[in-house]
């Protein structure tokens, strides 16, 4: 198995490929990244959490100080209700216990920090290729041949790290992202415009009133730059009328602002504020991928990690940490893999410890969505309580590293 990490290639220049292309370079193990877009687009225009989990992740990539500098920090969670009143402060990433805080940072920033990296370690990123799909897929030095641009590339390993709507994935299944029946509509405002907030020391926080949830964080070091979002049930709509609906800044508005004269001053005040900001509101669908058996083929050869083999929902709040997750323990099971390894083995037992993990995440995420449904859909759920996640118990997610497990396996295969 030698010849399994002679010529590995990337597929995506996002997040999870860059730090798959960083965990991959630590360990001197040549690869080249290929990425669809041009090297000046822009990602979404929101943020993600790091929880615990994913910054021990980037501490190991060693971007976590870069990271770090450019996030909001927080330890706990606030729960308000429709007046503001807080009426719960929950521990949910102490650095006590887990070392690390929960962290928000904008994607687009965190993108620049990791690809900063990856360049100071000159891996070849080719952008604007585009991945056109798997030629031949052997289990023998050849590898896959693959597409790109049109011609012919060849990898000892091909790696998909593209994303939700993955082309990689279509060798391995016909699977597809299912819509969840919700959606989320994102804003953006100064926090010192929302008073009765600004005056926490700590602002991530969820106010609960009648016809749902609103939630915010800060995604700038300082907190003085707010996310707002509000989730909602919306009848599925095929990829263009998505688009046309994000297009349309009076719908957005319209769908933040549902049920407007319900909402009690605070939300209502927010709700003021974004209507003087809707060319910046954002949507996001609500979507996972179904449970795969595998997450490479059958030779082993093709492989796909984050979004692409199990992306899961926003309120989970583990997305980019799972994907890290991912790119992290696929390089340590990689490069520690003895000569006569199986490879297909190696990945199944790889795949299974990812997913026990991505399982217990969903189940998490279930509980959050519900509990920001409107009053009566809660009542008749049973989910009346604050958000399920602010658990001061999360060792299991945000301690583990997986690295004692993959050294046990390995151990018995040597």
């Known amino acids: 198995m030698t010849d399994i990490l002679d010529n590995v290639v990337i597929i995506g220049g996002g997040l999870s490929g860059i730090a798959l292309a960083i965990a991959l370079s630590q360990r001197s193990i040549p690869c080249r990244v290929y990425e669809s877009r041009a090297e000046d687009a822009e990602m979404f225009g929101s943020g993600v959490t790091l929880g615990p ?10 971007v976590w100080e870069q990271v770090k500098a450019r996030s909001y920090e927080t330890e ?70 693959f597409l790109i641009n049109g011609r012919k590339e060849h990898a000892s390993l091909l790696i998909g790290a593209d994303g939700i709507h993955s082309t990689v994935r279509k060798h391995l299944t016909e699977a597809t992202p299912e819509y969840m029946g919700l959606a989320c509509v ?48 919306h009848p599925a709509l095929d990829r263009a009328a998505w688009d046309a609906l994000a297009a349309d800044p009076d ?37 996972r991928m179904p449970k795969l058996a595998e997450w ?9 990690i984050g979004d692409a083999a199990h992306a899961m929902p926003p309120s989970s709040g583990q997305g980019v940490n799972q994907a890290f997750e991912d790119a992290y323990t696929l390089a340590l099971l990689l490069t520690s893999l003895p000569p006569r390894a199986n490879l297909p083995e190696a990945l199944s037992f790889w795949r299974n410890l990812r997913q026990a993990r991505i399982d217990a995440i969903l189940r998490m995420a279930a509980a959050i969505d519900a509990s920001r449904l409107p009053e009566a859909e809660r009542r008749n759920q049973h989910h009346d309580k604050p958000e399920s996640h602010a658990s001061e118990d999360l060792q299991w997610l945000y301690s583990a590293t997986m690295d004692d497990e993959i050294a046990a396996w390995i151990r018995t295969r040597t």
């Open 251 to 287: 719908q957005m508005y319209d769908l933040f602002s549902k049920d407007y004269q319900q909402w009690n001053a605070p939300a209502r005040l927010i709700m003021d504020q974004l209507s003087s900001r809707k060319p910046g509101l954002l949507l996001w669908p609500y979507r």
């Open 296 to 304: 490479a083929s059958a030779t082993g050869r093709t492989i796909i």
């Open 53 to 62: 989990n994913g910054c021990r992740v980037l501490d190991r990539l060693g």
């Open 76 to 145: 706990s969670h606030t729960f308000k209700d429709a007046q503001a009143n807080t009426t719960r402060k929950t521990n949910l990433a102490t650095e006590r216990l887990y070392g690390y805080k929960n962290h928000r940072i904008y994607r687009e920033t965190l993108k620049q920090i990791l690809r900063a990296a990856v360049k100071e370690r000159k891996v070849p990123v080719e952008y604007e290729s585009r991945f056109e799909g798997v030629v031949e897929d052997t289990p023998t030095a050849h590898g896959v041949t």
């Open 186 to 233: 994102y804003g953006h405002l100064p926090t010192n415009l929302v008073p009765w907030l600004s005056e926490e020391s700590d602002k991530a926080c969820t106010i609960q009133d009648i016809p749902g949830s609103l939630f915010m964080i800060p995604e700038v070091k300082d907190g003085s730059d707010l996310m707002v979002g509000r989730q909602f049930s």
